[in-house]
Each structure stands twice: as structure tokens, then as C-alpha cells.
């Protein structure tokens, strides 16, 4: 491991070859040259949606374990974006698509949901801003890398544009950016047990945006 790196940057880097697969899997490519099917995207967003509950607890812990109200307030205007502006996106895309209430309403079950529960909700006796950190940072991250990756593109659809604007919008790039900063400044400070929780945390997020991405194509 290159020590000139970034404690951000070393996660990131160790996150390979899922990182990789994550930023430019298909999913990616079809939302941003309008390929993508109805089917495949609605799956995706019902699954989404239902992760969206899971994040927005999850952020609700950054709060609680963030050391002092700097980061507090960075974390909460956060969540005011998720229960805001992303919430009224899903709401008119599934309104747009034909999405049944009743169908993006109900409790998911999927595997890749019940995973991204589990690393972010299930270590209640273990929470700490660290582990925390570790697994917000890499789904924020991975989502504002893709994104960036097909920025100039445009979607005729709107509900694929309007998903590759939010996660390039200058106020999430910032906020990812943020993260990263307080990564690398809480990293070098952990015990070698507390950095390799970071690293396993991490990778287990992005091994789950993988496998996220794949199940939009399930039948």
C-alpha cells in the first residue's frame, strides 16, 4: 500500500477490482445513452427507494457519533436533501413509469437491501463515527465517480438525466469531497483493529453497489 496515499484514497484503492465494476458497470453505460429498459430502471428504483429509508437512518447515526456540531450540521442538511429533493425524485419517476404505490411502498426483502442494512444499521454495539464514515463515504462516492463519468451525456427520459444531475449537482460533489477530507483526517488516527474495520466496512458497501447495479437486470 502506497503510504503517500490518502487514507480515502487507500480504501478506495483496496476496494478494487468492485470499484472498478461498480463506476462503470452496465447500469451505468444504458441510464446514460438511454438504453436502459423501463423494467431494468424500475427495479432498480423500487430497490433504491427502499434503500433510501436504510441510508437515511444510517445518516441519522453520522449525527448522532459526528464529534462536534460542524459535522452535525454537514450530515443533517444532507438528510435534508434525501427526505427532500431525492425523495420528490423517486416519488415522480415512479408516478412517471407506472409504479404502482403499493409496489414501491412495501418492505423490501431483496438480499442486496438486507446487506446494505446489515453493514450500515446491524452493528449497533460497534457504531462509531469510523465505521460510520466508512459506509456512507463509499456509496456517496461511487455514485458521484459514475455520474461525473457520463456527465455530458443526456437521457431523453427524465428520470435518467434528472439521476445523473443529483449526483453531480456542485452541492454533492462538495459533500462526497467533505467526507473524504474526514476520512483522511480520522484514519491516521485509528488503532490498526479501527482501520481495518474502515477497509472491511468500505469494501463490503462496494461489493454491495456491484451487486445493487446487477440486480436491476434480475427476471
Not at 404502482?100 to 446494505?116: D, L
Request: glycine share 4%.
Amino acid at each position: 500500500m502506497d503510504n503517500l496515499q490518502s487514507f480515502s484514497e487507500q480504501l478506495r484503492a483496496c476496494s478494487e477490482p468492485d470499484w472498478r465494476a461498480a463506476t462503470e458497470h452496465r447500469f451505468v453505460t444504458e441510464l446514460a445513452n438511454d438504453r436502459i429498459s423501463d423494467d431494468a430502471y424500475a427495479r432498480y428504483l423500487v430497490l433504491d427507494y427502499a434503500f433510501l429509508d436504510i441510508l437515511v437512518a444510517h445518516v441519522g447515526q453520522a449525527v448522532t457519533t459526528a464529534p462536534s456540531m460542524t459535522e452535525k450540521r454537514r450530515y443533517s442538511s444532507f438528510l435534508g436533501v434525501l427526505s427532500g429533493d431525492e425523495d420528490d425524485y423517486f416519488r415522480r419517476s415512479f408516478g412517471a413509469m407506472g409504479i404502482e404505490n403499493s409496489v414501491w411502498r412495501k418492505p423490501s426483502e431483496h438480499a442486496v437491501v438486507t446487506g446494505f442494512k446489515d453493514v450500515m444499521l446491524g452493528q449497533k454495539s460497534e457504531t462509531s463515527y469510523a465505521n460510520v464514515l466508512a459506509a456512507l463515504l463509499p456509496v456517496e462516492w461511487v455514485y458521484l465517480t459514475w455520474a461525473k463519468s457520463v456527465a455530458n451525456h443526456t437521457p431523453a427520459r427524465f428520470y435518467l438525466k434528472e439521476w445523473i444531475d443529483l449526483h453531480t449537482d456542485p452541492g454533492f460533489e462538495a459533500f462526497v469531497n467533505w467526507m473524504r477530507s474526514e476520512m483522511d483526517n480520522l484514519g491516521p488516527t485509528l488503532s490498526a483493529n479501527e482501520q481495518q474495520c474502515a477497509h472491511d466496512i468500505f469494501n463490503r458497501a462496494v461489493s454491495l453497489e456491484v451487486a445493487f447495479f446487477d440486480a436491476a437486470y434480475e427476471t
